[in-house]
């Protein structure tokens, strides 16, 4: 595996997986979706203005992405944007590899802002607490 920054062939399946994969939680249940993809992918733009984005990948074809972290520090404090693997590469450890990345001590209390069933469940494993708001910078 090789872990390395989003290249910009690779925002097509960046965007598109963080939509498509966001489409179905909580927050977005009832929402339209060309309301939910047009202004969601602004929220995807609001995270990236000063976000790091580490891709795995495999290390023999990079174009091969498994997975990829997104977060920044706001405040100093650590703020978890967006993780994912796609569906055939989890339960492989990717997930705790692209966490290890960030270089995060996840004893120290955090932040995410994208609250999903898998964010949910590694909240208290993580020391993270759900703040959306937090984009807002305010």
């Known amino acids: 595996m090789l872990f390395r920054p989003l290249a910009s062939e690779d925002k097509a399946f960046f965007y598109n997986s963080w939509l498509k994969s966001f489409r179905n939680g909580s927050l977005c249940k009832g929402v339209d979706n060309t309301i939910y993809y047009i202004n969601h992918h602004k929220v995807i733009d ?3 203005k000063n976000s790091n984005i580490i891709v795995c ?3 023999d074809d990079p174009k091969i992405i498994y997975g990829y972290i997104c977060w920044e520090r706001i405040d100093g404090q650590f703020v ?3 993780l994912y693997v796609k569906e055939k590469y989890r339960k492989l450890g990717i997930a705790k590899m692209l966490l290890a990345q960030t270089g995060h001590d996840f004893s120290v ?3 995410y802002t994208h609250q999903t069933k898998p964010a949910f469940s590694l909240e ?3 020391n993270l607490v759900y703040h959306p708001y937090i984009l807002l910078k305010v």
Request: proline share 0%; net charge neutral; aromatic share 6%.
């Open 46 to 48: 609001l995270c990236l």
């Open 57 to 59: 990948c495999n290390s």
């Open 80 to 82: 978890l944007h967006y």
């Open 109 to 111: 209390l955090g932040c």
């Open 124 to 126: 208290e494993k993580l």
